[in-house]
């Protein structure tokens, strides 16, 4: 342990992006769903900024800002009141039950945490280590996509699979470029609008926001 | 050697001592949150008075272990936190038993409890006593867990080298310790017979697990173990103390550290009591069927800690 200070304090926030990740997957609550993401959000913003902060790489902070306005602020803003308009705020009812989610969950952490292991030692920056966080992150939300049935749930799962990807590329790459930082905060801000739409048009056609009714939808 | 007996000695006792007012602490800020007018802090003193003063009443078909139990629980207590450095780090007791052993003494009161539930064969007890070893054999794994993860940080068992480690030893974060502090926050709220997995004022037979199981226990024998009960509260938040938050606590020899010590302790000892009394009033207590997944995340927490450890910390 050799690392300064606000490295380890980089670290810590890794760990606790992987915290909320394994809350968000014990979540039974839109409502809380939405608070997590929120706080994954501010936990990436933070050490976006540190790592911004260490490094000396100035186009870090825009990416925090970026991520602090759009995920920590609009995004969980407006999904608290798609949630009030669709009168969705109850119980999510979970594919797999919670623990068994939670195993393979750990499962996921292990495999991820070995996969990076080789692939950080490639990679030359002070934080590489957080690598296999970020992936075991990705990965983690991946797992809430599959295992949640209804809509608003499997969308914060791809949006908490983004904070990952995000998360991977400021640890292992000290970030992307702006332009496709930019680029790629657009794409998940259109993808929600347009997702959002598509709430309102399934909830028109089958009453509820449960994606197993368009199981249905299938040619004789 | 002779003042370290001596601190020993006087460590221990004044964890006995001060564990009721722990307990009073709690129960004062959890009126003061709820807006109920408080009980005074010394009202555990009070209770155990009165129930030192009454005479004992004992069922016909009670077994000498029915009597010996609470003798024995407050016994494996008072060790316990004998053992656990609360004010001096590294007494002379403390090469005794390590962490692990420490679990050990736990489980033995436990077992005991649980016999002693059992003994006199109503039902309430034989439930309590079941519902306890079904929360207490998922709390167990998971408790060591923690414990792993502040033995791989400071490579070892002991407690007096793990708190030498993260104590006064160059200053580093340790996010694995995050990780483990909430596991660790988690087991002892289930072993304490705290809300969210059990609720200690309340004798409804649907929830109730550790009062089922001392339902028999009158005058001196409930005495001793509400108080060993106390003990027991004051014996995890000193554990906790220790490792997550050991700052303050005097080397050995030094005995100039040891009125800052005595504060800080106690300041930790406000704060956590505190605490807890808050997350018991924002929290509503779980059916005892979620209590496995209560105690299943602190088991993954834990193990998710000693990942961590492996990968950001070695």
Redesign the interface.
């Known amino acids: 342990m050799s690392l300064t200070y606000h490295l380890q304090i980089v670290n810590l926030l890794a760990a606790l992006l992987l915290l909320i990740s394994f809350a968000m997957l014990s979540q039974r609550r839109i409502a809380g769903l939405i608070t997590l993401f929120a706080w994954q959000g501010a936990a990436l913003a933070a050490s976006t900024a540190l790592v911004a902060w260490s490094t000396g790489q100035h186009h870090l902070y825009y990416s925090a800002a970026l991520t602090l306005v759009l995920k920590v602020i609009a995004m969980p803003w407006y999904f608290f009141r798609i949630v009030k308009k669709l009168d969705v705020g109850r119980d999510v009812e979970p594919m797999i039950n919670i623990p068994t989610t939670m195993l393979i969950g750990i499962v996921l952490v292990i495999f991820a945490f070995n996969l990076a292991l080789p692939i950080s030692e490639l990679s030359g920056t002070v934080t590489r280590s957080t690598l296999g966080i970020a992936l075991a992150t990705v990965l983690l939300a991946f797992l809430m996509m599959i295992t949640r049935s209804k809509a608003i749930p499997q969308v914060i799962g791809f949006l908490a699979m983004e904070n990952g990807l995000f998360f991977a590329a400021t640890s292992a790459t000290y970030g992307m470029p702006l332009v496709v930082e930019l680029g790629v905060a657009l794409d998940v801000m259109v993808g929600v609008f347009v997702l959002s739409i598509f709430f309102f048009q399934i909830r028109e056609t089958f009453d509820s926001l449960d994606l197993k009714h368009m199981e249905k939808l299938k040619e004789r | 050697m002779s003042t370290g007996i001596l601190l020993q000695l006087a460590q221990t006792l004044l964890a006995i001592l001060l564990a009721p007012l722990l307990m009073g602490w709690v129960n004062q800020c959890r009126a003061w949150l709820q807006g109920r007018s408080a009980p005074p802090i010394t009202q555990p003193y009070r209770t155990l008075k009165k129930l030192f003063h009454k005479d004992a009443v004992i069922a016909h078909n009670a077994s000498p272990l029915f009597r010996f139990a609470p003798y024995m629980i407050f016994a494996c207590m008072a060790l316990a936190a004998g053992l656990v450095p609360t004010i001096v780090n590294d007494l002379p007791f403390s090469p005794a038993a390590d962490v692990i052993a420490l679990v050990g003494i736990f489980a033995l009161a436990r077992v005991f409890l649980a016999l002693a539930a059992m003994d006199i064969g109503t039902s309430f007890g034989t439930l309590g006593a079941r519902r306890e070893m079904l929360v207490s054999f998922l709390a167990e794994p998971a408790l060591l867990m923690v414990f792993f993860t502040a033995s791989l940080i400071s490579q070892s068992t002991e407690l007096p080298i793990i708190v030498q480690t993260l104590a006064h030893q160059e200053f580093?974060?340790y996010?694995?310790l995050?990780?483990a502090a909430?596991a660790f926050w988690m087991i002892s709220v289930a072993e304490n017979a705290r809300i969210p997995v059990d609720n200690p004022s309340t004798h409804l037979e649907l929830t109730m697990i550790h009062e089922a199981m001392i339902l028999e226990y009158s005058a001196r024998h409930l005495a001793l173990i509400e108080w060993a009960v106390a003990l027991k509260l004051f014996t995890y938040s000193a554990l906790g103390i220790a490792l997550f938050l050991p700052w303050g606590i005097a080397e050995q020899g030094d005995i100039s550290a040891l009125p800052l010590a005595l504060v800080a302790m106690v300041a930790k000892l406000l704060l956590g009591g505190a605490v807890l009394a808050f997350i018991e009033t924002i929290s509503a207590k779980v059916r005892l069927f979620r209590a496995?997944?209560f105690l299943?995340?602190a088991f993954?927490?834990a193990?998710?800690g000693m990942?961590?450890h492996?990968?950001?910390?070695v």
Not at chain 2, 310 to 313: A, G, K, S, V
């Open positions: 580093a974060i996010p694995s995050a990780f909430v496995p997944e299943g995340t993954l927490l193990v998710l990942l961590i492996f990968l950001l910390e």
